[in-house]
């Protein structure tokens, strides 16, 4: 009995021990405030908690994704969709017209509001006829066409003396280079060396020669410029004139750079191929109103900045105003303008000059034109006569470059008489009999050295 008594009397404590332990636990959670007790409220409803913040989080970042897209073009997103455009923003095409609309308004504005240019004289009409009736009376011809395309070469250089006499040589030699290939082709050939214009300096003169020459000679289907530091190195290739029958200009380039990339550097209009006609006269005088220096030059100069992304701030050049004629109003400049890429119409001297030796042992002129045989190799950017040369070259190194090719191609005219250079780098020749018992001597000795 007493027993039974002590273990009630336990039973009782116990339960008045634990009721005193919920409240004393209530009061010290109630003190930590509604969050802290959120933590014990059991693990189904922390659950619940973490699945509630996963879809705020999932929705907010939907919204976010939704915000992005709306500022993007979704037509460049679908399938099948044009490639967007280069430049300092993505444009759509209707975008970019109306871009290079008000630019090219601009450039006229500006063009006009300052004296008239008037260097070529008024703009030339119905060429096109008076050149067939002059053709005709030449020929004595009723058809009034030539039966073989007749193409002047057309190349200038300073008045004045180089700053160095290697400058004045290469000059001499790049002249009797160009001079070859056009006696071994029929080629009539242009050599200037008047001061033209006070105004039309440096690059632009070649657009007041070739239009002088045009009306002088309409007889001349086709005008070939090539600047003063452009080398014929395979003396035996010939243009390819069939496939320009469609179109007016030739050109090194690449159509995507162009027209997608809008890239000043996508040409090279350091050599071009212009056709004797109507749309070659209408386009030099688009061409040329930005040329006068001083303060045209300068302020056309931001013209084509603002059209060409990646072309930096200085006066307006040659190049980057036909890239800019053809950019802005591809239909009428652009579509017979034939950009050449499948062999080296112009081709970089950088990348090809080492190669020769190369070439000579594995290849033959007259068949490529490529990087197995260049058709031309352009000493761009070395400026042996000005010395205006670009820092990424030295002079001796652009000069024995020059040098290499200049004997590179005599090889393909001497050869035809016996004789070769002793070593490209070297004026003086010898008969190709001593250079080939010269050559299978040293193999031989070269061989027995390594037998040994």
Same mark, same amino acid.
């Given at each position: 009995?007493?027993? %039974?008594?002590?273990?009630?009397? !336990? =039973?009782?404590?116990?339960?008045? @021990? $634990?009721?005193?332990?919920?409240?004393?636990? /209530?009061?010290?959670?109630?003190?930590?405030?509604?969050?802290?007790?959120?933590?014990?409220?059991?693990?189904?409803?922390?659950?619940?908690?973490?699945?509630?913040?996963?879809?705020?989080?999932?929705?907010?970042?939907?919204?976010?994704?939704?915000?992005?897209?709306?500022?993007?073009?979704?037509?460049?997103?679908?399938?099948?969709?044009? %490639?967007?455009?280069?430049?300092? !923003? =993505?444009?759509?095409?209707?975008? @970019? $017209?109306?871009?290079?609309?008000?630019?090219? /308004?601009?450039?006229?504005?500006?063009?006009?509001?300052?004296?008239?240019?008037?260097?070529?004289?008024?703009?030339?009409?119905?060429?096109?006829?008076?050149?067939?009736?002059?053709?005709?009376?030449?020929?004595?011809?009723?058809?009034?066409?030539?039966?073989?395309?007749?193409?002047?070469?057309?190349?200038?250089?300073?008045?004045?003396?180089?700053?160095?006499?290697?400058?004045?040589?290469?000059?001499?030699?790049?002249?009797?280079?160009?001079?070859?290939?056009?006696?071994?082709?029929?080629?009539?050939?242009?050599?200037?060396?008047?001061?033209?214009?006070?105004?039309?300096?440096?690059?632009?003169?070649?657009?007041?020669?070739?239009?002088?020459?045009?009306?002088?000679?309409?007889?001349?289907?086709?005008?070939?410029?090539?600047?003063?530091?452009?080398?014929?190195?395979?003396?035996?290739?010939?243009?390819?004139?069939?496939?320009?029958?469609?179109?007016?200009?030739?050109?090194?380039?690449?159509?995507?750079?162009?027209?997608?990339?809008?890239?000043?550097?996508?040409?090279?209009?350091?050599?071009?191929?212009?056709?004797?006609?109507?749309?070659?006269?209408?386009?030099?005088?688009?061409?040329?109103?930005?040329?006068?220096?001083?303060?045209?030059?300068?302020?056309?100069?931001?013209?084509?900045?603002?059209?060409?992304?990646?072309?930096?701030?200085?006066?307006?050049?040659?190049?980057?105003?036909?890239?800019?004629?053809?950019?802005?109003?591809?239909?009428?400049?652009?579509?017979?303008?034939?950009?050449?890429?499948?062999?080296?119409?112009?081709?970089?001297?950088?990348?090809?000059?080492?190669?020769?030796?190369?070439?000579?042992?594995?290849?033959?002129?007259?068949?490529?034109?490529?990087?197995?045989?260049?058709?031309?190799?352009?000493?761009?950017?070395?400026?042996?006569?000005?010395?205006?040369?670009?820092?990424?070259?030295?002079?001796?190194?652009?000069?024995?470059?020059?040098?290499?090719?200049?004997?590179?191609?005599?090889?393909?005219?001497?050869?035809?008489?016996?004789?070769?250079?002793?070593?490209?780098?070297?004026?003086?020749?010898?008969?190709?009999?001593?250079?080939?018992?010269?050559?299978?001597?040293?193999?031989?000795?070269?061989?027995?050295?390594?037998?040994?």
């Amino acid at each position: 009995m007493r027993l %039974r008594v002590q273990l009630q009397e !336990q =039973r009782r404590g116990k339960s008045i @021990l $634990r009721s005193k332990m919920k409240e004393d636990n /209530k009061k010290g959670l109630s003190s930590m405030g509604d969050d802290a007790w959120l933590l014990f409220r059991g693990r189904s409803f922390q659950s619940r908690v973490v699945r509630a913040m996963c879809l705020i989080a999932v929705v907010c970042t939907f919204g976010i994704v939704l915000l992005s897209l709306s500022t993007l073009d979704l037509s460049t997103l679908t399938i099948g969709s044009p %490639r967007p455009v280069y430049g300092p !923003q =993505r444009m759509t095409s209707e975008e @970019l $017209r109306e871009h290079l609309a008000s630019i090219d /308004k601009g450039l006229q504005e500006f063009l006009s509001a300052n004296k008239p240019f008037t260097k070529f004289g008024p703009p030339v009409v119905g060429w096109d006829e008076t050149r067939k009736e002059a053709i005709r009376r030449s020929t004595n011809s009723s058809s009034g066409v030539n039966p073989k395309p007749r193409i002047m070469l057309i190349t200038s250089s300073h008045p004045r003396k180089c700053e160095n006499k290697q400058g004045d040589q290469m000059l001499l030699k790049s002249i009797k280079n160009k001079m070859d290939y056009c006696r071994i082709h029929g080629i009539e050939i242009y050599y200037n060396m008047d001061h033209i214009d006070e105004d039309m300096t440096s690059w632009w003169v070649k657009t007041f020669l070739t239009h002088m020459l045009m009306k002088e000679h309409p007889e001349i289907d086709w005008f070939w410029w090539m600047d003063s530091d452009a080398i014929f190195t395979d003396m035996s290739f010939q243009l390819p004139l069939h496939k320009y029958e469609k179109y007016n200009m030739v050109m090194h380039g690449w159509d995507e750079v162009v027209y997608e990339k809008r890239s000043w550097l996508g040409l090279n209009a350091g050599v071009f191929l212009l056709r004797n006609c109507q749309w070659s006269m209408d386009m030099l005088h688009a061409w040329a109103p930005m040329s006068p220096r001083g303060k045209i030059r300068d302020g056309a100069g931001k013209f084509l900045t603002k059209a060409l992304p990646d072309r930096g701030d200085s006066e307006a050049d040659d190049q980057s105003g036909l890239v800019y004629l053809m950019v802005t109003d591809r239909e009428r400049w652009g579509s017979k303008v034939f950009l050449e890429s499948s062999y080296y119409f112009q081709g970089y001297w950088k990348v090809l000059t080492e190669k020769f030796e190369d070439m000579m042992e594995k290849y033959q002129p007259g068949k490529y034109g490529d990087d197995r045989w260049p058709f031309v190799t352009h000493f761009c950017g070395c400026e042996f006569c000005c010395g205006a040369i670009n820092p990424e070259y030295t002079v001796d190194r652009c000069l024995t470059q020059m040098e290499r090719a200049v004997n590179f191609a005599d090889n393909q005219v001497i050869g035809r008489y016996g004789f070769i250079h002793k070593m490209l780098k070297s004026a003086e020749v010898e008969p190709k009999d001593a250079a080939k018992n010269r050559t299978e001597k040293a193999s031989v000795v070269a061989k027995s050295k390594k037998a040994v």
